[in-house]
Structure formats: structure tokens, C-alpha cells
């Protein structure tokens, strides 16, 4: 005996309801780009269609002849043009220097690793002393280039984790009296 059924069972799909782009959620430095060029449509009274048009033209000029989507920009670009848009923002033209475009993504970078240091919680004469060790100068923070402070930053943080595994901890202590011999150049730590 074999039943048959009289309609197959059909298996339901929902398909999934797509996000259109206006309701993708924006991230603060892509919030604040657009706050930044809505205030420029407002001090220049520019319409959405001249703004559009000035904030293509301006990117290329940024990125050197090629557009790049607000979407695709890494945090050192989001440095580079929110840092166009406030000199922007200042003057009273539409025009950037190149030159400071390139030294906005240097200091954006620098103060961003610059931060994750500052993030390993570690004493700040020991990262002096590695700073000395490695390039020679123990005021990192103004004297070494970006790629520099990288090096910095993985240094310090291999050798915290290695400190973590032996059970050892460089977290800066509240209370510490500095004596002669680490105050001395002498001394590495």
C-alpha cells in the first residue's frame, strides 16, 4: 500500500529582504565626512548637484587623479580628507594644498599608532628605553615616522605577551620612585 498525496510539498524560501544602501549603517568618521560637506554646501550655498561635483573633483585631486569612494577609504584616507574638508571649511575657496594633504595622512597615521602604544599600558620609561634601543631617541612620540612607530608597536606588545607567558606583567604601577641608575642613559630600563 502506497498513498500518494495529492499536492507535493513545496519547500518555502523566504528570500531575505536587502538592505538598500540608505539604510546601511554609517560609521562616525563616515558620519562626520558628511556632516563636514553639508556644512560646505551651506557656507559656499551650493546646490546638491555642485556639491556632488566639488566633492568628486576634490577627491580626485586628494587621491591624485582617481576617484575613490567615500565606502572604500581606510582610516589614513577618512584622515586625509576630513583634514581637507576643515581647511576647506577655514578658507574662503575651494582649493587644497598638496602639501598638506600629505602631511594630514602622515600625522593622522602617527597619532593613531602613537595611540595603540599609548592602549599597551605599558610605563613610559620602558618604552623610552626600547625606543633608544631600536632607533636612538627616547622621545618616540615627535622623532619617529609612522612605519617607525610600527615597529615600535609590535616590539612593545611581543615582548608584553611575552612577559604575560612567564607570568610577568608590564602594566604601569601607580607609585614609582625613579632612582639615579634608571634615570641615567646608561640603563635600558
Request: glycine share 6%; charged share 30%.
Amino acid at each position: 500500500m502506497t498513498s500518494t498525496l495529492e499536492t507535493p510539498i513545496k519547500p518555502v524560501r523566504r528570500g531575505l529582504k536587502a538592505k538598500s544602501p540608505r539604510q546601511r549603517k554609517t560609521n562616525r568618521e563616515e558620519a562626520k565626512y558628511w556632516g563636514l560637506w553639508g556644512e560646505i554646501g551651506r557656507k559656499f550655498n551650493l546646490s546638491a548637484a555642485e556639491r556632488e561635483a566639488w566633492r568628486r573633483e576634490i577627491t580626485e585631486e586628494i587621491f591624485g587623479g582617481e576617484y575613490k569612494s567615500h565606502r572604500a577609504f581606510t582610516h589614513g584616507d577618512y584622515d586625509v580628507v576630513l583634514g581637507a574638508i576643515r581647511e576647506l571649511l577655514v578658507r574662503d575657496e575651494l582649493v587644497i594644498s598638496p602639501l598638506k594633504i600629505i602631511r594630514m595622512y602622515i600625522d593622522g597615521e602617527a597619532r593613531r599608532i602613537a595611540h595603540l602604544i599609548d592602549e599597551l599600558d605599558m610605563p613610559p620609561a620602558y618604552i623610552a628605553a626600547v625606543s633608544f634601543g631600536k632607533f636612538h631617541t627616547r622621545h618616540w612620540r615627535g622623532a619617529l615616522l609612522a612605519h617607525e612607530l610600527m615597529q615600535l608597536f609590535y616590539t612593545l606588545s611581543a615582548r608584553k605577551r611575552a612577559a604575560e607567558r612567564k607570568g610577568q606583567t608590564l602594566a604601569k604601577t601607580a607609585k614609582h620612585r625613579r632612582t639615579a641608575r634608571e634615570i641615567s642613559d646608561n640603563c635600558p630600563f
